[in-house]
T-cell receptor, first 115, second 118 residues
Framework: AQSVTQLGSHVSVSEGALVLLRCNYS??????LFWYVQYPNQGLQLLLK??????LVKGINGFEAEFKKSETSFHLTKPSAHMSDAAEYFC?????????????FGTGTRLKVLA | GAVVSQHPSRVICKSGTSVKIECRSL??????MFWYRQFPKQSLMLMAT?????????EQGVEKDKFLINHASLTLSTLTVTSAHPEDSSFYIC??????????????FGEGSRLTVL
């Protein structure tokens, strides 16, 4: 079975500082991996995704993530935090084998950006 | 990009009534839609997979008679919370993926519907 672990339910960074949100996954088959952002009372917006190919993927709003198979990780980073980055971030792994593409979500990390 | 719309965004109802939430794919066809439930400050819990023209597949622990899902067309899935009770109050989010060859595994999410049962 697939699973996703997000270390740190809350992360605080200063404006302009590096953002690092951790995601580790468990999957017996090559996974599709995603990062989504959620603002209060809204749905999820895709930040970036890894399916195949280049392991360093760039997304919107300056975010990027690197798929490291040996570490089963897909950490999300941004060089310089902005106040508007404050939100909830979810890592997800997709089941590519059953044909359903069900997503398994991590528990989420709430990012707080300090002025 | 593909757009998924949910309606209503907020609904308040009395205990014992039924509430229907619609999920529409606006500019693409979706053979499969997913319904999630999100409790405050928690992650998304998959409730069921909705397949166009067939019965939904429910996750373990989700009452299919309580949460009725209908996927009558390639652009519309509905979730009906029957005989709602306060414990059903939650944020419900639907998602859809592109059908056929256009599918990249990515899901497109609706804006969510906040249900409050009094």
């Amino acid at each position: 079975a697939q699973s996703v672990t997000q270390l740190g339910s809350h992360v605080s960074v200063s404006e302009g500082a590096l953002v690092l949100l951790r995601c580790n996954y468990s999957s017996s088959v090559p996974p599709y991996l995603f990062w989504y952002v959620q603002y209060p009372n809204q749905g999820l917006q895709l930040l970036l995704k890894y399916t195949t190919g280049a392991t360093l993927v760039k997304g919107i709003n300056g975010f990027e993530a690197e798929f490291k198979k040996s570490e089963t990780s897909f950490h999300l980073t941004k060089p310089s935090a902005h106040m508007s980055d404050a939100a909830e971030y979810f890592c997800a792994v997709s089941d590519t084998t059953s044909g359903t593409y069900k997503y398994i979500f991590g528990t989420g990390t709430r990012l707080k950006v300090l002025a | 990009g593909a757009v998924v719309s949910q309606h209503p965004s907020r609904v308040i109802c009395k205990s014992g009534t039924s509430v229907k939430i619609e999920c529409r794919s606006l500019d693409f066809q979706a053979t499969t839609m997913f319904w999630y439930r999100q409790f405050p400050k928690q992650s998304l819990m998959l409730m069921a997979t909705s397949n166009e023209g067939s019965k939904a597949t429910y996750e373990q622990g989700v009452e299919k008679d309580k949460f009725l899902i209908n996927h009558a067309s390639l652009t519309l899935s509905t979730l009906t919370v029957t005989s709602a009770h306060p414990e059903d109050s939650s944020f419900y989010i639907c998602s859809a993926r592109l059908a056929g060859a256009a599918n990249t595994g990515e899901l497109f999410f609706g804006e969510g519907s906040r249900l409050t049962v009094l």
